[in-house]
């Protein structure tokens, strides 16, 4: 059985915690689905995006336009997702993605199916991961096992069944994730 995590950040008075740590900050976003919820960076999130080591976008950009935008803040790596137009492969998005995050070890795929036995498939699917981001749903998530956790940041811009809006924060410092959060946004 995992163990959820329900840390919650409030930005207050429109402010982000400072970032003075030599880790790495990484902003993970998904379910963009631009343009039609995305037409531009909500500005609760460009707070977040300015203070960015990294960029994970776990898929449904819909458009290229919007790495285009987020690469501007910082280095983005994303994974296709089911409503993404042939532009966002082109852009660079392959359908996983795995990488090293100041010696964590990272996997990350759009949809990671039904929730029930999500965590034992994830580990199958990405057996070196210390962490899998994933999207597809809209519901933020962030739940660990012995060896592995598993993060959706939900939607900025597409809510859906949830209360508000949101995206996630990581920070990250020799191999270990220190801290994990879900924003809200609207």
Request: aromatic share 4%; proline share 8%.
């Amino acid at each position: 059985m995992g163990t959820t995590h329900p840390r919650t950040l409030e930005a207050r008075s429109g402010a982000c915690p400072a970032w003075e740590d030599d880790g790495v900050l990484v902003v993970v976003l998904s379910d963009t689905h631009a343009p039609r919820r995305w037409r531009g960076c909500p500005p609760a999130v460009a707070r977040y995006l300015r203070q960015a080591d990294v960029i994970l976008h776990a898929g449904d950009v819909c458009t290229a336009s919007v790495l285009t935008e987020l690469a501007e803040y910082a280095p983005v790596t994303a994974v296709v997702g089911n409503n993404d137009d042939s532009s966002v492969a082109r852009w660079g998005a392959a359908p996983t993605a795995e990488l090293d995050l100041a010696g964590l070890r990272v996997a990350m795929v759009h949809d990671s199916g039904a929730a029930a036995g999500r965590m034992a498939r994830l580990r199958r699917r990405f057996p070196r991961a210390d962490l899998v981001v994933f999207g597809h749903s809209h519901i933020p998530l962030d739940e660990s096992a012995p060896g592995l956790r598993i993060f959706n940041p939900g939607s900025p811009t597409d809510r859906r069944r949830q209360p508000r809006g949101t995206f996630g924060v990581l920070e990250i410092d020799s191999g270990r994730l220190i801290e994990a959060s879900i924003i809200p946004v609207t």
